[in-house]
T-cell receptor
Framework: SAVISQKPSRDICQRGTSLTIQCQVD?????MFWYRQQPGQSLTLIAT?????????ESGFVIDKFPISRPNLTFSTLTVSNMSPEDSSIYLC?????????????FGPGTRLTVL | AQSVAQPEDQVNVAEGNPLTVKCTYS??????LFWYVQYPNRGLQFLLK??????LVKGSYGFEAEFNKSQTSFHLKKPSALVSDSALYFC????????????FGAGTRLFVKA
């Protein structure tokens, strides 16, 4: 199973600033995803991070607000740009370590973001 | 379109009693069904999955789930609950038409009382 780390684990940011969240996996993985989760609530998929190409964003999420990089098979970043208090949430990195619809996902510990 | 419903926001059970956390789903193709658990202040962990074959699948920590195609359900069960099972449980579904996009249910909070 893949082991995922995220940096930072939490941050408090001012309105209008940007924060970049890093996701590091201990092995090469097929797919990487970024989710948002309000504490105690369900997960909302932001985008699929594609290695070597632009991320694929879900409805309601745009690249200008949430630019994503994935330079290789073990690392990705998510930037939350021009933040507002509505962006306060937990951001989760998730991976599928090998091809196959039957493969389960592994999740990072999350980044808890508070925007003032 | 894929969808997952967890009809109970919260389930309360006494330690030692059996527990059930309900999940129903809707997909266009063959379902790939998953249960994940989130303990307080920790990330989500995979519990078990149904792909094909036996309708009763066994997973981590003594949990099992029963797939019922006619009722489009995938309920999570455990014969004897532990206080340490108290957590937030998510049912999730994927199918061929959605690719690797996984739809998560709203989550059910399980409280096991000593």
């Amino acid at each position: 199973s893949a082991v995922i780390s995220q940096k930072p684990s939490r941050d408090i940011c001012q309105r209008g600033t940007s924060l970049t969240i890093q996701c590091q996996v201990d092995s090469q993985v097929t797919m990487m995803f970024w989710y948002r989760q309000q504490p105690g609530q369900s997960l909302t998929l932001i985008a699929t991070a594609n290695q070597g190409s632009e991320a694929t964003y879900e409805s309601g999420f745009v690249i200008d607000k949430f630019p994503i990089s994935r330079p290789n098979l073990t690392f990705s970043t998510l930037t939350v740009s021009n933040m507002s208090p509505e962006d306060s949430s937990i951001y989760l990195c998730s991976v599928i370590d090998s091809p196959g619809l039957a493969k389960e996902q592994f999740f990072g510990p999350g980044t808890r973001l508070t925007v003032l | 379109a894929q969808s997952v419903a967890q009809p109970e926001d919260q389930v309360n059970v006494a330690e030692g009693n059996p527990l059930t956390v309900k999940c129903t789903y809707s997909v266009s193709g063959n379902p790939y069904l998953f249960w994940y658990v989130q303990y307080p202040n920790r990330g989500l962990q995979f519990l078990l999955k149904y792909i094909t074959g036996d309708n009763l699948v066994k997973g981590s920590y003594g949990f099992e789930a029963e797939f019922n195609k006619s009722q489009t359900s995938f309920h999570l069960k455990k014969p004897s609950a532990l206080v340490s099972d108290s957590a937030l449980y998510f049912c999730a579904v994927r199918d061929e038409t959605g690719g690797f996009k996984t739809i998560f249910g709203a989550g059910t909070r399980l409280f096991v009382k000593a």
